[in-house]
């Protein structure tokens, strides 16, 4: 990482400029912009509900100008990525890499245990799969929430309701 990063932690971290560089990402890769990210007022209401519940770094250039962002919620020993980003300028200067650093740094000082920094998909954004499997935790891979059920038989007929929906659509 070149050293005219500066490295902040904080919830005064201003949306609209947060949400446009979602938007900009976004763009970018082609992905569709109805995510909740991308918007000012929902990005203001989750670092107001959160407050200190969640943590963010941002990496910053010497001029102020935002160049990666992460943020995660801590429920107890357990931390979930939220809010992930990075400018172009960031991309070109690996600052997701310091803003995760410092994260998982500042998650091991308050006593998480574990990480969870949500799916990924390979095909569809395979740099973000290859960011987050770089890091070196371990892959979980959940069923769908209908397929664990409780008794056990009723875990085949969710399946074929699901699988034969899934084919006439």
């Known amino acids: 990482l070149k050293r005219t990063t500066l490295i902040e932690f904080g919830d005064s971290i201003d949306s609209r400029n947060l949400a446009r560089i979602i938007q900009e990402m976004y763009a970018y890769k082609?992905?569709?912009k109805n995510d909740w990210r991308c918007s000012p007022t929902t990005l203001g209401s989750y670092f107001s509900a959160?407050?200190?519940?969640?943590?963010?770094?941002?990496?910053?250039?010497?001029?102020?100008d935002l160049?990666?962002?992460r943020s995660a919620v801590v429920i107890g020993t357990n931390a979930f990525?939220?809010?992930?980003?990075?400018?172009?300028?960031?991309?070109?200067?690996?600052?997701s890499y310091a803003a995760i650093w410092q994260l998982i740094n500042e998650l091991r000082k308050q006593g998480v245990c574990t990480y969870d920094l949500g799916g990924t998909d390979l095909i569809a954004n395979p740099g973000v799969h290859n960011f987050k499997s770089g890091l070196g935790g371990q892959l979980i891979i959940n069923?769908?929430?209908?397929?664990?059920?409780?008794?056990?038989?009723l875990r085949r007929v969710?399946?074929?309701?699901?699988?034969?929906?899934?084919?006439?659509?």
């Open 158 to 169: 969710a399946h074929t309701v699901i699988k034969t929906r899934s084919v006439s659509e």
């Open 30 to 32: 082609s992905f569709q």
């Open 67 to 69: 160049l990666a962002l």
């Open 81 to 95: 990525d939220m809010i992930a980003a990075t400018t172009l300028s960031g991309r070109k200067s690996y600052a």
């Open 50 to 64: 959160f407050g200190h519940s969640q943590i963010t770094v941002s990496v910053r250039a010497r001029n102020g």
């Open 143 to 153: 069923p769908p929430d209908l397929e664990v059920s409780n008794p056990r038989f």
